[in-house]
């Protein structure tokens, strides 16, 4: 559940650039490396280039799929619209 203005209309689905930052909900706004929250949340190496990030039409993370939202893109008690987005990982047979 995220908030939908702050997203804007151009919402995209794209994998991680070197040195990129977000802010992770929970840390007050504090803005984290991308790969360091990788780490923390142990997400196998193997994975993080693949990993697929929700970002808005400002390329800013909206979202690391399935793991945690940005700070900015919470739904708070003055959120207007809400954009519902679900992430379902597909299992190799």
């Given at each position: 559940?995220?908030?939908?203005?702050?997203?804007?209309?151009?919402?995209?689905?794209?994998?991680?650039?070197?040195?990129?930052?977000?802010?992770?909900?929970?840390?007050?706004?504090?803005?984290?490396?991308?790969?360091?929250?990788?780490?923390n949340a142990k997400v196998p190496a193997?994975?993080?280039?693949?990993?697929?990030?929700?970002?808005?039409?400002?390329?800013?993370?909206?979202?690391?799929?399935?793991?945690?939202?940005?700070?900015?893109?919470?739904?708070?008690?003055?959120?207007?619209?809400?954009?519902?987005?679900?992430?379902?990982?597909?299992?190799?047979?």
């Amino acid at each position: 559940w995220l908030d939908a203005d702050v997203l804007g209309a151009n919402v995209h689905l794209r994998t991680r650039t070197e040195g990129e930052r977000f802010q992770p909900l929970g840390l007050g706004g504090h803005s984290k490396p991308l790969a360091e929250f990788f780490t923390n949340a142990k997400v196998p190496a193997s994975s993080r280039n693949r990993w697929p990030l929700l970002v808005t039409a400002a390329d800013a993370i909206a979202w690391v799929c399935g793991l945690r939202i940005d700070e900015r893109a919470q739904v708070t008690a003055s959120t207007q619209r809400v954009l519902h987005v679900r992430f379902e990982r597909q299992v190799e047979a």
